[in-house]
């Protein structure tokens, strides 16, 4: 059974790059079909997606973040990793990384966030 | 539009059916996933695609899609059902990914 598993410090000083890092456990990152997410949510607020990757390194951003973001995949590790540069206040959130299954059925497009890590709460503050 | 809009709160009497909706043009051509999430937990899917459920979710919980908006019915809403509930589904690009605001449904 594929599990998440974030990691990462819990406390980063304003206008400091947030370093993240997803492991995948019961299945390989390379997996075709999935693509591996982030997503984070503001104390007591929605779920607000980041950013996603295909394990051959393509990229999808957050229009609202993308001049901060990147997110890189290891297949060796069998992780990928988020990084968010110049955090403030505003970047104080609960961060998920998820996998994305992703297929076409007779319809369209079928898209979910199937599997979810246990979220890692990181706080900016000085 | 890249927006998805849900109602903030919605209540059910215990064993009644509820609906909860998800409203957006780019509903129009993809499928809304739903999520379920109960304080200090992370989302759980319930519903993706035409109306699928994943492995453990009861079958209580459907999905369906009208024009631009899905619906999640939860026939015969138990206790353990009160939770938030968010839909997601992609942009009108098919690129990018959104959610709803999220509906917190009040079991009574």
């Known amino acids: 059974q594929v599990q998440l598993q974030e990691s990462g410090p819990g406390l980063v000083k304003p206008s400091q790059t947030l370093s993240l890092t997803c492991t995948v456990s019961g299945g390989s990152i390379s997996s075709g079909g999935y693509y591996w997410s982030w997503i984070r949510q503001h104390p007591g607020k929605g779920l607000e997606w980041i950013g996603y990757i295909y394990y051959s390194g393509s990229t999808y951003y957050n229009p609202s973040l993308k001049s901060r973001v990147t997110i890189s995949v290891d297949t060796s590790k069998n992780q990928f990793s988020l990084k968010l540069s110049s955090v403030t206040a505003a970047d104080t959130a609960v961060y998920y990384c998820a996998r994305d299954i992703n297929y076409y059925d007779s319809s369209g497009l079928v898209d979910a966030f199937d599997i979810w890590g246990q979220g890692t709460m990181v706080t900016v503050s000085s | 539009s890249s927006e998805l809009t849900q109602d903030p709160a919605v209540s059910v009497a215990l064993g009644q059916t509820v609906r909860i909706t998800c409203q957006g043009d780019?509903?129009?051509?993809?499928?809304a996933s739903w999520y379920q999430q109960k304080p200090g937990q992370a989302p759980v899917l319930v519903i993706y695609?035409?109306?699928n459920r994943p492995s453990g979710i009861p079958d209580r919980f459907s999905g369906s899609s009208s024009g631009n908006t899905a619906s999640l019915t939860i026939t015969g809403a138990q206790a353990e059902d009160e939770a938030d509930y968010y839909c997601?589904?992609?942009?009108?690009?098919?690129?990018?990914?959104?959610f709803g605001g999220g509906t917190k449904l009040t079991v009574l």
């Open positions: 695609g035409k109306n």
């Open positions: 997601n589904s992609r942009d009108s690009s098919g690129n990018l990914v959104v």
């Open positions: 780019s509903l129009r051509s993809y499928y």
